[in-house]
Structure formats: C-alpha cells, structure tokens
Nanobody, 114 residues
C-alpha cells in the first residue's frame, strides 16, 4: 500500500492550497483518511480526519479554515486549506487506517510566507 501526497508549495498568508493524497495497492477498505502535520521543532499533530460514517474531525488550530474530503472511488483524500497562516507551515502527511493497520505517505511541504 502506498500513499502519494501532492499539492504542497509556497503560498502567501491568506492564500489557499489543496492537498491530495492517492492510495494505491491492495487494500480492501479504508476506514479512515486523515492529515497530520509536523513543523520544525514541534510534535506531529492531527489536522483533520474523516472516518466512514462519521463527521469530519479537525484540530482546533484549523477549524473553519481547512476542509477534508474523500473520493472513495478514487481512493483519494483532499485537504482544502484556506486563510493560511504562517504558523501552518509544516510538512503535511496523509495517512489511512485499515482495520488496525495505519499507512503513511511521504509528506508534502507547505510553506506560508508573511
């Protein structure tokens, strides 16, 4: 199972970016799709999570600005990030949960300039 994240880049504060994460490989079901991030010198934090049959969950710092979605047919999850702030600068990782097994992508850099 592989996760390929894309869409990161450099954006000015107040701007928007859309991250995508495509899942490939043999996997029967994806219970949960999520995004986490890690800024330099900080712990990794959960940004958004979307589990089957449940409403999306967001970290407090991104509520109202970020939106997670998923396309089950394409086995892809998206993270729409609006009103970006300098403090959103981090490496963003997508990850999924299949039963008790989690899989992580390689990460994509998001840099927000002031």
């Amino acid at each position: 199972v592989q996760l390929q994240a894309s869409g990161g880049g450099l954006v000015q504060a107040g701007g928007s970016l859309r991250l995508s994460c495509a899942v490939s490989g043999r996997i029967l079901s994806i219970n949960s799709m999520a995004w986490s991030r890690q800024a330099p010198g900080k712990q990794r934090e959960l940004v958004a999570q979307l589990a089957l049959g449940s409403p999306p969950h967001y970290g407090d710092s991104v509520k109202g600005r970020f939106t997670i979605s998923r396309d089950n047919a394409k086995r892809t999850t998206y993270l729409q990030m609006n009103s970006l702030k300098v403090e959103d600068t981090a490496v963003y990782y997508c990850h999924i949960l299949n039963g008790r097994t989690s899989y992580w992508g390689q990460g994509t850099q998001v840099t927000v300039s002031s």
